[in-house]
């Protein structure tokens, strides 16, 4: 366990539907990303947060997606309207700026039916 | 374009026996290479990780290596368990001053380990 939180860990919806992912990171963790993997493949970068701060999103964040980190503590990745390319497990990892150790939590896996 | 390459894309070995997966990048700047395990539908878990100046690094029964001259790193598992069947993925950061490590993915390798 390395204490950063994913909720919820499975997810079905309809195509078009709207889906939200919440990540509660480890206190005093001041860095956030988002990544998405599909079956198979390694991470895929999203987005970055450091505090509240996004600095960097990757082109892979299409408008339908939207990452807030209000407080600089827990973080929520938003998808509209659902497509069922969007399939995929969500994972979201924190990290410090004094270090180099990057903590994965356990994922949220979204199917889009 | 930063990449990272892994080989093999999966292998199958004997419980027991060791193993080296590989692991070639392009990244740079170069801040650090970290090996991860992953279990089938879980997040990532970090095994080792290297900056420029070292060549080795252990946890437990794997050995991480790193050649920054080259841009290859190994990961060998010694001895392997039946719980060692997972995925490894190599993972170099790029240092990027604004916003620290941008972080690289590998593809992954996938092993099975068998009885």
């Known amino acids: 366990d390395t204490g950063v939180s994913q909720n919820p860990r499975h997810k079905i919806t309809k195509r078009g539907q709207n889906v939200t992912f919440r990540c509660d990171p480890i206190s005093e963790h001041n860095r956030l990303y988002w990544y998405r993997q599909t079956l198979g493949q390694g991470p895929e970068f999203l987005t970055y947060?450091?505090?509240?701060?996004?600095?960097?999103k990757s082109r892979l964040l299409s408008d339908r997606f939207s990452a807030e980190r209000p407080k600089g503590s827990f973080s929520t990745l938003e998808i509209q309207r659902t497509e069922q390319g969007d399939s995929a497990m969500y994972l979201c990892?924190?990290?410090?700026?004094?270090?180099?150790?990057?903590?994965f939590g356990e994922g949220s896996w979204l199917t889009v039916v | 374009k930063n990449q990272v390459e892994q080989s093999p894309q999966s292998l199958i070995i004997l419980e027991g026996k060791n193993c080296t997966l590989q692991c070639n990048y392009t990244v740079s700047p170069f801040s650090n290479l970290r090996w991860y395990k992953q279990d089938t539908g879980r997040g990532p878990v970090s095994l080792t990780i290297?900056?420029?100046?070292?060549n080795t690094k252990s946890n437990g029964r794997y050995t991480a290596t790193l050649d920054a001259d080259t841009k290859q790193s190994s990961l060998h598992i010694t001895a392997s368990q039946l719980s060692d069947s997972a995925s490894y993925i190599c993972v170099v950061s790029e240092l990027i001053k604004a916003a620290g490590n941008k972080l690289t993915f590998g593809g992954g390798t996938r092993v099975l380990v068998k009885p």
């Open positions: 990892a924190v990290g410090r700026s004094s270090g180099n150790t990057i903590y």
């Open positions: 290297m900056t420029f100046s070292e």
């Open positions: 947060f450091q505090n509240e701060a996004q600095l960097e």
